[in-house]
């Protein structure tokens, strides 16, 4: 759900470690989904159970020529199991990303949903593997859509709700966007997609990465609130689920970046012993590493004020990427 600039003010809450921030709950009134990779323990699900609703699990791939999906491996149905166990909903993610690639592949997702029958054969499978693992839905993590597969994807939401029974769901994260015209071009036709889909998940993180952009906000709260706003002005609040991040970047002088979990930005802080800072503006911590590193993440005070966000435009809940990497949601 994750893979592929804002002037920061108002730096506040200084201190050489980030301070940990009281265990909340669940948010009253709001859903929340985490998600969880297949090779995750099962007792991951249970410290986290108390704090979410949903346990989406990344658990079967669309093969490269976009006829097929791998099948869930058994870490994933245990994973399911475990979501059950706890009174959680569970779902089963089916994503275009390739290990090969290292990243998401959009000849896959194109190969799939510009064919009718590949839609089909596909959705049909998929709903074979939801009945025999007892999941309770689908979730689509296509991403690098092309602008020109924007019907093939509703169709394809569309198949996996008329392969299904009633009672399962059928939800699609989409990537953030802050206009129409941007979310046009990453092939969401939003219309369309509200009509088809049970719950659309706004994947409002990764506006800045080492790959991609300079330092900045994972997701920051100016970005998020344009690209929630932009959202909502076609599909209905009580079918938007807020992506929140719970990781972080690292932007070194020389060579690459890297994502860090928020356990690993707080011990890189806390071994150079600088001071993290918490930029109130954007709802996120940010450090720089004596080597010039900088860091940016989003831990659980930055969820907080997701919440918050949530609840201000009335949506259905928050999703969080991911479980294992952010802090414990309970």
Known sequence: ??????????????????????????????????????????????????????????????????????????GGLRLAAAAH??????????????????????????????????????ASRLASHVAAGG????????????????????????????????????????SASTSAAGYRAGGYDLDGLADAADVVKLMTYDQHGPTWSGPGPV????????????????????QVDLGVAGYGYTWPRRGTGRTVTVAQARRL??????????VAQQGEWTARLDDGTRLWWSDRRSYAARVTLARRHGVHGLAVWRLGSADTLR
């Open 269 to 278: 802080v806390a071994r150079d012993g600088v001071r993290a800072r918490w």
């Open 219 to 238: 997701g920051g709260l100016p970005w998020q609130r344009r690209s929630l706003a932009t959202i909502l002005r076609v599909v209905p609040p009580e």
């Open 1 to 74: 759900m994750r893979r592929p600039a804002a002037v920061v003010t108002a730096l506040l809450g200084l201190a050489v470690l980030v301070p940990a921030m009281p265990a909340s709950g669940e948010p009253g009134g709001l859903a929340v989904t985490g998600w969880a990779l297949d090779s995750s323990r099962p007792a991951l699900v249970a410290r986290n159970a108390e704090g979410m609703s949903t346990l989406s699990v990344a658990g079967v791939s669309l093969t490269a020529d976009g006829a097929g999906v791998t099948r869930p491996t058994d």
């Open 135 to 174: 999941w309770d839905g689908v979730n689509v993590d296509l991403e690098r859509v092309r602008a020109g597969d924007a019907d093939g994807l509703v169709a394809f939401v569309r198949a996996l709700q008329d392969a299904m029974p009633a009672e399962r769901t059928v939800t699609i994260d989409v």
């Open 85 to 122: 166990h706890h009174g959680l909903t569970a779902e089963l993610l089916v994503g275009n990303y390739s290990n090969r690639l290292d990243d998401f592949d959009p000849r896959a997702a194109h190969r799939l949903l510009s064919r009718p029958g590949r839609i089909g054969a596909v």
